[in-house]
């Protein structure tokens, strides 16, 4: 990936899903927000066991996702829902102890961008495990705003709720995820996004992918 343009721009030769394009962006970095699992760390989560839990703690089949089944329970049983959130917690911090992978480049690339962008997280792990896993890599002190899933299921209200806090124009703040619905949450919000794909994924169609957190220093570079 070729970095040009100094303080304002940068143009880079991206491998997009059809071929190779030329994306050009021009952008203030003010604040950056990240993502955790699939980019500051892999939990590995057993998803069968989750859904096994939650479907103990519901006593019937789960018929859609598991979050989307807990967006279903918020308003309708809010004990119920707590329990499920209970269940998931367990699992999460199973994964933590016996299945994470921590990216080698996480803790130096947090530690070196926390010294000149304010720096959030968002996750949908819920907040026992966001900050087992933080205090695991020492960077919990870096990040200035942390919203888990007790804060909001929603990608796109996670994200407008650490703008708020970082008290930065939408526009001057980037998104670190992983996933297209982290593109299409930053997109609705109006911030920027860089998704990062790590071996074996394929780039994102139209939006600037990287392929680790080391590679991040170098398309922000100057900003």
């Given at each position: ?6 303080l304002r721009g ?98 130096m690339v947090i530690e070196q961008l ?110």
């Amino acid at each position: 990936m070729e970095v040009e343009g100094g303080l304002r721009g940068i143009e880079n030769d991206l491998w997009g899903v059809g071929g190779l394009f030329r994306l050009q962006v021009e952008f203030m970095i003010e604040g950056i927000i990240f993502d955790m699992d699939g980019v500051l760390v892999s939990l590995n989560l057993d998803m069968k066991e989750m859904t096994r839990k939650v479907e103990e703690c519901l006593g019937f089949k789960v018929d859609r996702t598991v979050f989307g089944t807990l967006v279903r329970l918020i308003e309708k049983d809010k004990e119920l829902y707590e329990r499920c959130l209970s269940a998931i917690d367990e699992v999460e911090m199973a994964a933590i102890e016996r299945t994470m992978t921590v990216f080698p480049d996480t803790r130096m690339v947090i530690e070196q961008l926390s010294k000149s962008y304010p720096l959030a997280l968002v996750t949908l792990q819920g907040r026992r495990a966001a900050l087992k896993v933080l205090d695991k890599l020492n960077i919990r002190q870096l990040f200035r705003f942390i919203f888990t899933r007790e804060d909001s299921l929603f990608r796109s209200e996670q994200i407008r709720k650490a703008i708020q806090a970082l008290g930065i124009n939408k526009e001057n703040v980037l998104m670190v995820g992983d996933r297209r619905s982290d593109k299409l949450a930053a997109e609705e919000v109006g911030c920027k996004v860089i998704i990062v794909r790590r071996e074996n994924y394929k780039p994102l169609e139209g939006t600037i992918t990287i392929h680790s957190l080391h590679e991040l220093l170098t398309v922000i570079k100057g900003f």
